[in-house]
């Protein structure tokens, strides 16, 4: 497989599918037994090779505020820049920098403990201790793990606005939502190999076979599947949002208020939303 530079490629796959195994490839922190790796041009089988990677390619671990250390946030955030052995000003601009990245001001959590912050922020100055290396590419196992619905949707706006600001990001979830949301292409894993890729839309089609290897399908494109299937002549096809198929069930009801045949459909809709839970 291939991660392109510039693009959001998400990973799915059942719990024991490899895909935190190959995140911690990304950047050398586990070096190949046998077969390859490149990132950025270079070979990760090389210890030398995946030394100068580990600064350009930023791992974000699931729960990464339990990795903070330091007596203050500015402290813990400047640990990175520090072992790159950059000046003092460099390090202090990137501290500043990165913490702005992630939504924190440096003159009101900088001399903090990061440990009396909430958890939210202090999940944000983990992502910022990884900023301050200025990687180029972003990869985050779970990133939204534990963190309630506001705090999820917070997270995704601020992984796709570092998307959007030239980062590339492979991003491991469990939540095939959010991969439908966010992400260029999506990799589907089954025991350690590529079981399936292509853009969300063409993944997402395949409702069968990702049934197969214990995996769902975004819940909107789970109600369209399963009304397409009640008979309901849903139209648009491709991959559904909770507003496209709420548009079209609505085009529906108004386009065909007046045919008998509408009741029933409308009807087989509530059904089929009770049984999908949606």
């Known amino acids: 497989m291939t991660v392109r530079r510039g693009e959001f490629l998400g990973l799915a796959g059942h719990t024991g599918s490899g895909k935190s195994t190959l995140v911690q490839h990304l950047?050398?922190?586990?070096?190949?037994?046998?077969?390859s790796i490149c990132a950025l041009g270079l070979d990760l089988s090389n210890k030398k090779d995946?030394?100068?990677?580990?600064?350009?390619?930023?791992v974000v671990f699931q729960y990464p505020e339990r990795q903070l250390f330091a007596e203050t946030v500015a402290q813990d955030v400047a640990f990175g820049p520090h072992n790159l052995g950059l000046p003092q000003d460099e390090v202090d601009?990137?501290?500043?920098?990165?913490?702005?990245?992630?939504?924190?001001?440096?003159?009101?959590?900088?001399?903090?403990?990061?440990?009396?912050?909430s958890g939210g922020q202090q999940r944000r100055v983990a992502f910022a201790g990884v900023l301050a290396m200025e990687p180029e590419v972003l990869a985050l196992d779970e990133p939204m793990a534990g963190l309630d619905p506001a705090a999820r949707r917070d997270f995704l706006e601020l992984?796709?606005?570092?998307?959007?600001?030239?980062?590339?990001?492979?991003?491991?979830?469990?939540?095939?939502?959010d991969?439908?949301?966010?992400?260029?292409?999506?990799?589907?894993?089954?025991?350690?190999?590529?079981?399936?890729?292509?853009?969300?839309?063409?993944v997402f089609a395949h409702?069968?076979?990702?049934?197969?290897?214990?995996?769902?399908?975004?819940?909107?494109?789970?109600?369209?599947?399963?009304?397409?299937?009640?008979?309901?002549?849903?139209?648009?096809?491709?991959?559904?949002?909770?507003?496209?198929?709420?548009?079209?069930?609505?085009?529906?009801?108004?386009?065909?208020?007046?045919?008998?045949?509408?009741?029933?459909?409308?009807?087989?809709?509530?059904?089929?939303?009770?049984?999908?839970?949606?």
């Open 27 to 35: 950047n050398g922190l586990i070096r190949p037994q046998e077969g």
């Open 50 to 58: 995946a030394a100068a990677v580990k600064a350009k390619v930023g």
């Open 93 to 117: 601009r990137r501290v500043e920098s990165s913490l702005s990245r992630v939504g924190l001001d440096l003159t009101t959590v900088g001399d903090k403990s990061p440990f009396e912050l």
């Open 159 to 177: 992984i796709d606005r570092l998307h959007r600001d030239g980062l590339t990001v492979v991003m491991v979830s469990h939540s095939m939502d």
């Open 179 to 202: 991969l439908a949301n966010c992400c260029d292409r999506i990799v589907v894993m089954n025991e350690g190999a590529v079981f399936a890729e292509g853009t969300p839309a063409q």
């Open 207 to 278: 409702a069968d076979e990702l049934k197969s290897i214990g995996l769902g399908v975004p819940a909107a494109q789970r109600m369209a599947l399963a009304l397409a299937e009640a008979g309901v002549p849903l139209r648009r096809g491709g991959l559904y949002t909770v507003e496209s198929l709420a548009d079209e069930l609505a085009d529906l009801l108004i386009g065909r208020s007046d045919g008998p045949s509408n009741v029933a459909d409308i009807a087989k809709s509530k059904t089929v939303a009770r049984e999908e839970g949606c």
